[in-house]
Nanobody
Framework: QVQLVESGGGLVQAGGSLRLSCAAS????????MGWFRQAPGKEREFVAA????????YYSDSVKGRFTISRDNAKNTVYLEMNSLKPEDTAVYYC??????????????????WGQGTQVTVSS
């Protein structure tokens, strides 16, 4: 079992930056791919970014590509999401998830085995 706890959310003005962290428990953290999803009020949870369990390959949604960076530190059992040039439309609750499946499953919320509680990101104009 893996437990995930997100932190680092908050209120930021458009154009600003935030760094989200996702701390994981368990010795098997390094065997999971990790992803970030977000959910705005009245909308479904959508894919943001993912990092493969081995080799550091990453994948991003078109809406955040070039602005967000996902990374992981296996020694610290932590995944990060560096968010730059934030826009009001980035406002959402951000969730991290652990995925033991294939590369092609990384964008599918149903493929994630574990989720954190979420952290609120609010971007004001």
């Amino acid at each position: 079992q893996v437990q995930l706890v997100e932190s680092g959310g908050g209120l930021v003005q458009a154009g600003g930056s935030l760094r989200l962290s996702c701390a994981a428990s368990g010795r098997t953290f390094s065997s999971y791919s990790m992803g970030w999803f977000r959910q705005a009020p009245g909308k479904e949870r959508e894919f943001v970014a993912a990092i493969w369990w081995s080799g550091g390959s990453t994948y991003y949604s078109d809406s955040v590509k070039g602005r967000f960076t996902i990374s992981r530190d296996n020694a610290k059992n932590t995944v990060y999401l560096e968010m730059n040039s934030l826009k009001p439309e980035d406002t959402a609750v951000y969730y991290c998830g652990a995925n033991g499946g294939s590369w092609s499953s990384l964008t599918r919320r149903q493929a994630y085995d574990y989720w954190g509680q979420g952290t609120q990101v609010t971007v004001s104009s």
